[in-house]
């Protein structure tokens, strides 16, 4: 009882701070004006770029902020990718507010396994569940406030688009880029198709995590590798890239210096070579393994061991790349190698383990690898141990990446068609594009379309090239790129090699495709496990209560059981999980603004974060406080609000706003500002009722000054769009039909978009 009293007595001062001096209290009327704003924008074409269409018009500073287009699925999107897309939003409403020309558009990454997948589960044609999809999407982003340039829209399955994705890899093609090759490649039974590195995590898709196997399948391959060095080197001037994707794609792209050390081989023509980064390592070599499905093991096998052998060689084809990492089973082939400097016999083993391209009999490459012994060392002449600098001299050195080349092609119909028609035996490039096939057998992947989709934005509707020079010039680099960490090696990598090879023909400006990278934290939903019998049964939230850092059934009574202990699970909200959370039901509720405030306030914005509900009734009342404080009688400025020059507690707390949001924002933090608003609500509702006095107060105190609240307009702008373009309108009606303006003056007022960010009040 005592607490509930402390509850109510704590209600009642806030109440009293807040609404002592009104009386006509309302509930800020969201639905409103939400839809009023949304229309207003899209009527008058708010967020298009004026100059693009007349490139002689004298533009502002470019600033081109762009988030990571999604791939549009039938779940819609979730409260993941709106995390990211309100934090980009916020920018982009900033810079234009500080005299920026913002390009900011959005499009959709619509070809791919996923779309495919989805249209095969409802057993529908796949254009169809897309168009649909991308109809929901739109529908979504418009009512989450998203200030979109809607005329550079782009759909990477439109053909008027993938004209150039094809057109790009023509010129690949054409500079030897491109080959046709029939060798092993990852294969996914399940998806149907051949897929890159990129695309398996832990052995698994990373799209349905299935058993990936290795195959012999012809496909097309983009040689990645011939960039390599440029990819790794370059990495040194990403300065505004975050630190573990530099670190991730630097690992991925693997550049070792060391040797390839040829080993001639007891009794066959078969040369082995072998990567090592120091020459000690043939020392305490002990052991040879080639792959399984290594191109010439025939002539390494000797009759004896030839049965044992050959049963694990077929073995290793019956079994996924996880299975065969798992094996732990080797055989020896019955050939030996030749030590090139202690010309001791070497074993020769299968091991299945070996999964990449050491079975290449490529002879730039290597074909097999070493196993040591590090006490062999202490059995050799030390004097061969000491003298390893002399033998590096004996070995041409050799740099090699870890990285392999992209292969291009899936087996699948929903993609890109390859522009490539077999003409007896010789691959020709189509006459026209784009090249459309009803029915593809091999199209290209889902990343092809998303690797260049920033420069097309540029310039969707040319028709006669890529993009424009002016635009390109104009435009290119992206400034600002928002997305989440599971790109950090894939997209991102692939991007930077398609942007540098269009930097190398002349198509755009740089070579470096993005300014400044800021990966979103994951959106994580909690989910609550109580084991019974050794097996997990998810409980309902409203069944937990959170009790000293520990989670606990609720008892018939309401109350806590203690016998019962809950775990808390956390896992990324995706929709392969089946865990995602739709926004259309909290905007309905709650409405766009107050969700937008919520997913800031939730923690900064590139730190992981657990969804949840709790503190968004508190965005609500917030920005119900700021509407109340502005309006009344729902049309009308609070007669208290007056044109006087602010004192010094004013100034001294709007300075405190301005520079606090300012920072939020330019530090892409963002979750600091709600906190900040409401701090300043608390200062005015404690000033105008008189518990805040200056050292001298020169007019009535519970008045509030005009600039101070245009200032606070002002800064809500990027976070709480209609909230503070409805407040705008009201002010400027209030102060134009006081200064007699006329209808047409009034109706001429602009969107509150395009004012000027507040500077520190002197």
């Not at 004996?394 to 080349?405: C, G, S, V």
């Not at 090699?497 to 930097?503: A, D, R, S, T, V």
């Amino acid at each position: 009882m005592l607490n509930i009293a402390n509850v109510a007595l704590q209600i009642a001062i806030i109440l009293n701070i807040t609404f002592s001096y009104r009386t006509d209290y309302k509930v800020y009327p969201h639905k409103r004006i939400e839809r009023k704003w949304q229309r207003f924008w899209l009527d008058n074409k708010t967020f298009e770029i004026p100059s693009d269409k007349n490139i002689t018009i004298e533009s502002k500073p470019k600033y081109y902020c762009l988030g990571m287009i999604p791939y549009p699925s039938g779940s819609g999107l979730h409260m993941g990718h709106m995390l990211g897309y309100t934090g980009l939003d916020i920018v982009a409403r900033y810079k234009r507010m500080c005299g920026y020309e913002v390009l900011n558009p959005i499009g959709w990454d619509s070809f791919g396994i996923p779309a495919e997948r989805y249209a095969e589960e409802v057993n529908r044609p796949v254009q169809e569940v897309v168009d649909e999809n991308i109809n929901n999407f739109k529908r979504q982003l418009l009512l989450m406030g998203y200030s979109y340039d809607w005329s550079k829209t782009i759909t990477t399955s439109d053909p008027s688009y993938y004209k150039w994705t094809q057109w790009t890899f023509l010129q690949m093609y054409k500079k030897a880029l491109v080959e046709r090759a029939f060798c092993l490649a990852n294969y996914c039974p399940k998806l149907g198709t051949v897929l890159s590195n990129e695309e398996i995590i832990n052995g698994l898709s990373e799209r349905g995590g299935f058993e990936v196997y290795r195959k012999k399948i012809p496909h097309w391959t983009i040689k990645i590798t011939k960039y390599c060095d440029w990819l790794n080197d370059n990495l040194e001037h990403l300065q505004d890239w975050p630190e573990k994707v530099i670190n991730a794609q630097r690992n991925w792209i693997g550049k070792l210096v060391g040797y390839l050390i040829p080993f001639d081989t007891a009794s066959c023509d078969i040369k082995l070579r072998a990567f090592i980064t120091d020459p000690l390592e043939l020392i305490r070599c002990n052991r040879i393994d080639v792959s399984a499905d290594f191109d010439a093991l025939s002539k390494l096998v000797t009759p004896k061991q030839s049965q044992q052998v050959y049963k694990l060689a077929d073995k290793c084809k019956r079994l996924s790349n996880i299975q065969r990492m798992r094996l732990g089973e080797i055989v020896h082939t019955g050939m030996f190698a030749i030590n090139p400097i202690t010309k001791a016999n070497i074993p020769v083993y299968v091991n299945p383990t070996i999964l990449s391209d050491v079975s290449n009999n490529n002879a730039d490459m290597e074909n097999c690898r070493i196993h040591t012994n590090d006490q062999l060392t202490n059995e050799i002449d030390g004097n061969a141990a000491k003298n390893g600098e002399i033998y590096a001299n004996d070995f041409i050195k050799h740099t090699k990446f870890l990285m392999r080349d992209w292969i291009f092609s899936r087996q699948r119909n929903w993609g890109e068609p390859i522009p490539l028609i077999n003409c007896n035996g010789q691959y020709q490039p189509v006459d026209k594009l784009p090249y459309i096939e009803p029915k593809p057998t091999e199209t290209m992947p889902q990343w092809a379309g998303s690797s260049f989709h920033f420069v097309r934005f540029i310039d969707p509707t040319n028709q006669y090239c890529l993009v424009s020079k002016e635009l390109a010039n104009k435009w290119l680099p992206v400034d600002l790129y928002i997305g989440g960490s599971e790109h950090a090696i894939s997209h991102l990598l692939y991007s930077r090699f398609w942007y540098k090879f269009l930097h190398d023909i002349n198509m755009v400006p740089n070579d470096v495709p993005f300014k400044k990278v800021c990966l979103h934290g994951m959106l994580h939903e909690r989910k609550y496990i109580h084991i019974v019998n050794g097996k997990e049964i998810e409980v309902c939230n409203n069944e937990v209560i959170h009790y000293k850092d520990k989670f606990y059934l609720k008892n018939v009574e309401g109350g806590i059981d203690f016998k019962t202990s809950v775990i808390a699970k956390c896992a990324k909200m995706s929709k392969s999980k089946g865990n995602i959370v739709s926004p259309d039901h909290l905007i309905e509720q709650y409405g766009t603004d107050v969700l937008r405030l919520h997913l800031m306030f939730l923690g900064p914005f590139d730190r992981d974060k657990i969804w949840k509900l709790e503190g968004i009734s508190g965005m609500q009342r917030l920005i119900t406080r700021v509407y109340n404080l502005i309006v009344w009688n729902g049309t009308k400025l609070n007669h208290k609000i007056v044109d006087i020059v602010p004192n010094k507690c004013y100034k001294m707390e709007t300075n405190k706003l301005i520079h606090g949001v300012t920072k939020d924002i330019e530090n892409l933090k963002f979750n600091k500002s709600p906190a900040l608003f409401s701090s300043y609500m608390n200062f005015i509702s404690r000033y105008t009722s008189g518990k805040i006095r200056d050292e001298v107060t020169l007019h009535d105190f519970t008045l509030i000054p005009l600039k101070c609240v245009k200032i606070l307009v002002k800064l809500l702008n990027p976070f709480c769009p209609h909230l503070a373009e409805e407040l705008w309108q009201i002010i400027n009606l209030h102060s134009t039909s006081s200064s007699g303006a006329n209808q047409s003056t009034i109706k001429s007022i602009k969107s509150l978009c395009y004012e000027e960010w507040p500077t520190e009040m002197i």
